[in-house]
Nanobody, 118 residues
Framework: QVQLVESGGGLVQPGGSLRLSCAAS????????MGWYRQAPGKQRELVAT???????NLADSVKGRFAISRDNAKNTVYLQMTSLKPEDAAVYYC????????????WGQGTQVTVSS
């Protein structure tokens, strides 16, 4: 019912910046949370940052002060501004959409690769 399209991944040097975008389309409940999880090789998927329609945010301790999440509710789009990137930030970043009303379903994007290397 909901499709997620991510963009903005790529290769960046340590200390660099990237901006990820995720646009949702389909049958969208107006009250939801959108955000980002990441998974590095050999590791479990972990939360990076999420934001609800109402503006509540949740960030992983490892990215606080470096990453910022924002969203445009009119466009059903969430952004992740990543600065001061470290090699340990390298992972596949997955957009996440969670309905907070109705059927409370969860949707995932296909993922976008973020590589941090010199």
């Amino acid at each position: 019912q909901v499709q997620l399209v991510e963009s903005g991944g790529g290769l960046v040097q340590p200390g660099g910046s990237l901006r990820l975008s995720c646009a949702a389309s389909g049958s969208i409940f107006s009250i939801n949370a959108m955000g980002w999880y990441r998974q590095a090789p050999g590791k479990q998927r972990e939360l990076v940052a999420t934001m609800t329609t109402g503006g509540s945010t949740n960030l992983a301790d490892s990215v606080k002060g470096r990453f910022a999440i924002s969203r445009d509710n009119a466009k059903n789009t969430v952004y992740l501004q990543m600065t001061s990137l470290k090699p340990e930030d390298a992972a596949v970043y997955y957009c996440n959409f969670r309905e907070l009303v109705g059927t409370t379903r969860v949707y995932w994007g296909q993922g976008t690769q973020v590589t941090v290397s010199s």
